[in-house]
């Protein structure tokens, strides 16, 4: 009767410290580790033996630690796996996502990085910084390739550019990669991520497709706060339904860049620039959009909040990004008044 006790306490503490094991594992491949390779290539020679990569990604410092990676490979994962191939591992990185780089397999690729709300313009230029072609191409030859909307002829019938069909997101190409091959893969991307559904849902709202897509570049460069950005689209919509113009200042923005003289500064004579994109001069939507979009944009143009604001202005007491909404103009100067008085201060004028 003792031993059988004595057997079962020791199945009990077995049990007790496979299942503390277990945990330590999964917290540490979790964990993020900062390293200071991210901008250079790991290679693992063809032929490597799990243990082999695992201690080399160890000591690069990839890794935190190789015994929970090895623990979790011989126990839970398929060693068989991984991969050779030439690596670029962003940092911080857990060791669940080194595990699944290594599972793809990577041949030497450049990342290339398109924050929400860049502008054609802009993507130009970092796929020229990023991917120079030989013979070489200026980021004019690459707004050229932008204004091929045969990708989109479906989406947009009367699109005369690439401008918001063109998916924020990191990518990773080969080196030699042509600009065209960045642009499809781009627009790829963001057909991939409108939805069927958000086809009739922008009908039942009175738009096409297109125009959300404009909207959503407007909220897309007005709030990066995506809470907000449902109350940003009903300013937009209140403001349409009643013949108000929009007044959105990223559109003389957007202006500046097209006729190449943007400085970062808008000045009292682009407010005044006559151009169907001046939303203070013209009134409803710009022709199209003038940013690329998120889905988070998108979502927001499709699903606006049910409310009778008509103006915004940067919330100058929280200071990180969001805004106060106002329905009446009165508030609104008030609001507006306090932006400024904190602007000058924060700029020393």
């Known amino acids: 009767m003792k031993i059988t006790k004595i057997l079962f306490v020791v199945f009990l503490l077995l049990i007790i410290a496979v299942i503390g094991s277990s945990f330590w594992i999964y917290n540490s491949l979790r964990k993020p580790h900062q390293h200071d390779k991210a901008n250079q290539y790991i290679i693992i020679p063809k032929g490597s033996t799990p243990n082999e990569i695992i201690d080399k990604l160890a000591a690069e410092g990839i ?8 623990i979790y490979l011989r126990t839970f ?7 050779a191939g030439e690596y670029q591992f962003d940092s911080p990185v857990t060791a669940l996502q080194v ?22 313009f802009d993507i130009a230029k970092r796929i020229i910084e990023k991917f120079p072609q030989n013979p070489p191409m200026d980021d004019k030859a690459v707004l050229y390739l932008m204004d091929d909307v045969s990708l989109i002829k479906d989406f947009d019938p009367t699109a005369k550019n690439l401008e918001g069909f063109m998916y924020p ?9 042509k600009p065209q091959e960045i642009i499809k893969r781009m627009v790829e991307q963001f057909l991939k991520t409108w939805k069927p559904e958000w086809t009739q849902r922008a009908r039942d709202l009175g738009r ?16 990066g706060v995506e809470e907000e950005r449902p109350v940003v689209a ?18 003389v923005v957007y202006i500046a860049k097209m006729q190449n003289r943007w400085d970062g500064v808008i000045n009292k004579s682009d407010l005044e620039v006559d151009s169907p994109y001046n939303t203070r001069r013209y009134g409803g939507l710009p022709p ?5 979009v998120s889905e988070s944009a998108l979502k927001a143009a499709l699903n606006p909040a049910q409310t009778d604001y008509l103006y915004y202005v940067k919330n100058v007491e929280k200071n990180d990004g969001s805004h106060n909404f106002y329905s009446s103009a009165k508030d609104f100067e008030v609001g507006k008044a306090a932006y400024q008085k904190w602007y000058e201060e924060q700029n020393g004028k």
């Open 63 to 70: 890794l935190a630690s190789e015994m929970p990676t090895l």
């Open 77 to 83: 994962g398929n060693a068989a796996n991984l991969k």
């Open 99 to 120: 595990l699944k780089e290594l599972e793809k397999g990577e041949e030497r690729t450049t990342k290339l990085t398109i924050p929400e709300g860049y502008t054609r």
């Open 169 to 177: 997101s990191t990518y990773s190409f080969p080196k030699e990669t």
């Open 208 to 223: 096409t497709p297109a125009e959300i897509v404009t909207m959503a570049s407007l909220i897309e460069t007005e709030s």
């Open 234 to 251: 009903s300013v937009i919509y209140n403001r349409l339904s009643k013949n108000i113009p929009l007044g959105i200042d990223q559109t």
């Open 288 to 292: 199209g959009p003038i940013s690329s």
